[in-house]
């Protein structure tokens, strides 16, 4: 069974970065698909990146297209998000999930589709 646990979340300033975490332990196949979704306070979850294990095709939503990157490090099961420029509506739990078996590579961040998730790390933006 695949495990996921986040990590690299805290209280940042505006403008700030961080790196977020996410260890696999189990297993990430050629055709998994991991990705990084967000709850703010009062609001639902939604999805924000996604990236194909097999040839690290990312997809990002558009609020954050400019300052989220995603990537992976296979040989440590590790996948990554660098969040820049940090706004604070960037306040949320960051999860991250995997779907083990999408190939070809679809940039879906459809909830329903992601097999495993994390427990969650909080990520505060204030000064």
């Known amino acids: 069974q695949v495990q996921l646990v986040e990590s690299g979340g805290g209280l940042v300033q505006p403008g700030g970065s961080l790196r977020l975490s996410c260890a696999a332990s189990?297993?990430?196949?050629?055709?998994?698909?991991i990705a990084w979704f967000r709850q703010a306070p009062g609001k639902e979850r939604g999805g924000v990146s996604s990236?194909?294990?097999?040839?690290?095709?990312?997809y990002y939503v558009d609020s954050v297209k400019d300052r989220f990157t995603i990537s992976i490090d296979k040989p440590r099961e590790t996948v990554y998000l660098q969040i820049n420029s940090v706004k604070p509506e960037d306040t949320a739990v960051y999860y991250c999930?995997?779907?083990?078996?999408?190939?070809?590579?679809?940039?879906?961040?459809?909830?329903?589709?992601?097999?495993?998730w994390g427990q969650g790390t909080q990520v505060t933006v204030s000064s």
């Open positions: 189990g297993f990430i196949l050629e055709s998994s698909v």
């Open positions: 999930a995997i779907d083990l078996v999408r190939y070809p590579y679809r940039s879906s961040l459809d909830e329903d589709e992601y097999d495993y």
């Open positions: 990236i194909s294990a097999s040839d690290r095709r990312t």
